[in-house]
């Protein structure tokens, strides 16, 4: 199975787009926000537009959770599905997204500005800030049974009239109540905690000393975490600090839905381990 990626920030209008790229790519279905999508039915999959905040529909829309990525993955299977169209908002998700559902790398990567004109996704940005409208390449038919009491808009076609002459489909606008929390923040302190918790559970650790998080001015490119440990004398420390990066990135990406660039971990000092104590 061919996999093309359809890639864009977050309220630019991909959605909206979705099928005709996936026509002009001749895609069979599309990937879009943890639901596949095949003509206008939806074969498998939970939408991530139904999730209560931003953070879990962001866990839902790259399948994190194991049922999920599973019963996605056989419906690809089974239906005979040759080139697929995977949605995301960066090329870091795509890959999450495949690799979660087990697929090839792309071979094909299509960017939203490529297709749509400023304008275009100013309008786009400006609904889903502003109205917290979001659209999902379906028929409302097809949507109501994963929206239960969401408000969803009456479907109208998403082609122009030129493209209408080679294949019809539908849209539906959906208002996930996600939308109206706003801005969400992540504070230091949150992740912080979470690092903490790994340092006391993780073998071979004393404690944890230092804990430093640099945002940069977009956090869609990741944060960088720099820790500063204690360990116990005589531990492998290549190999305890190794696993600690790991667990901290794994940990904080679930937990938080962020993306974590680096996590450098630098030791203190060794102690001696107590008889008794904890390891």
Known sequence: MEVVAFVGPSGTGKSHHAIGVAFDNKCDAIIDDGLLIKGTKILAGTSAKNEQNRIQAVKRAIFTEDS?????????????????LIIATSDNMINKIVGRLQLNPPVKTVYINQIASKAEIKKARYSRLQEGKHIVPVPTVELKPHFTGYFADLPYNLFSSKRREEKEADRSIVRPSFSFYGKLLIADSAIEDI??????????VERVTDIKVRRRSDNSKGIVISVEVILY???????????????????????????????????????????????
């Open 195 to 204: 690092i903490n918790i790994i340092g006391e559970k993780l073998e071979g």
């Open 233 to 279: 004398y005589g531990v492998q420390l290549f190999a305890v600090t190794r696993k600690m990066q790991a667990k901290i990135k794994e940990k904080v990406e679930y937990m938080t839905a962020m993306q974590v660039k680096n996590v450098n971990v630098s030791i203190r000092s060794l102690a001696v381990r107590n008889h008794g104590h904890r390891g």
């Open 68 to 84: 999920h990525a599973k019963q996605v993955r056989e419906a690809l299977a089974k239906n005979d599905i040759k080139r697929l």
